[in-house]
T-cell receptor, first 116, second 111 residues
Framework: EPEVTQTPSHQVTQMGQEVILRCVPISNHLYFYWYRQILGQKVEFLVSFYNNEISEKSEIFDDQFSVERPDGSNFTLKIRSTKLEDSAMYFC??????????????FGPGTRLTVT | GESVGLHLPTLSVQEGDNSIINCAYSNSASDYFIWYKQESGKGPQFIIDIRSNMDKRQGQRVTVLLNKTVKHLSLQIAATQPGDSAVYFCAETRDGNKLVFGAGTILRVKS
């Protein structure tokens, strides 16, 4: 069964450093997302991406964040200068063409980012 | 503002019993709702979804009920098994782009 994959599974970085989180969405999917989950809290939307551009972003997704689809298979989230409060689990998700029922987003296993 | 399921309760059930997990949402403009299961250290796993023009949808051992009048969503799991132990999140969306998640419910299945 196709699945979303993410690397690395755990990233430790120092405050102020840049990090790039990588995702490989399901191959025929067209819509891509990043969410984050601070420990013990609910999953929060960061950004959605379609047709090589951001379609929606949340207040969390400020100028320190950027996304890119550098080739036909990868989808990346970059945090330019990490802060302590960026420590969280980051989930990538992808979706194919919306069905008659709705919008089924498939999530990857996540990257745990720890900023020290 | 938008908010879904502000509580994180814990539900303990005996193996073989039915489980009912509840969720409240506040955005009446939402037209699509999903239940996700999250096991420790893993990403959310899609369980079942429902559109706002439906009030019930059934899957394998799971049923989702939607009551738009009171903005309430529930997930029923029949014959709960130890493998069902996880955190369950409801999520809503208005346009399919951005999912708004609830805080989650912990389901513990006792053998």
């Amino acid at each position: 069964e196709p699945e979303v994959t993410q690397t690395p599974s755990h990233q430790v970085t120092q405050m102020g450093q840049e990090v790039i989180l990588r995702c490989v969405p399901i191959s025929n999917h067209l819509y891509f997302y990043w969410y984050r989950q601070i420990l013990g809290q609910k999953v929060e939307f960061l950004v959605s991406f379609y047709n090589n551009e951001i379609s929606e972003k949340s207040e969390i997704f400020d100028d320190q964040f950027s996304v890119e689809r550098p080739d036909g298979s990868n989808f990346t989230l970059k945090i330019r200068s990490t802060k302590l409060e960026d420590s969280a689990m980051y989930f990538c998700a992808s979706m194919g063409t919306p069905s008659s029922i709705g919008y089924e987003q498939y999530f990857g296993p996540g990257t745990r980012l720890t900023v020290t | 503002g938008e908010s879904v399921g502000l509580h994180l309760p814990t539900l303990s059930v005996q193996e073989g019993d039915n489980s009912i997990i509840n969720c409240a949402y506040s955005n009446s403009a939402s037209d699509y709702f999903i239940w996700y299961k999250q096991e420790s250290g893993k990403g959310p796993q899609f369980i079942i979804d429902i559109r706002s023009n439906m009030d019930k949808r059934q899957g394998q051992r799971v049923t989702v009920l939607l009551n738009k009048t009171v903005k309430h969503l529930s997930l029923q799991i029949a014959a709960t098994q130890p493998g069902d132990s996880a955190v369950y999140f409801c999520a809503e969306t208005r346009d399919g782009n951005k999912l708004v998640f609830g805080a989650g419910t912990i389901l513990r299945v006792k053998s």
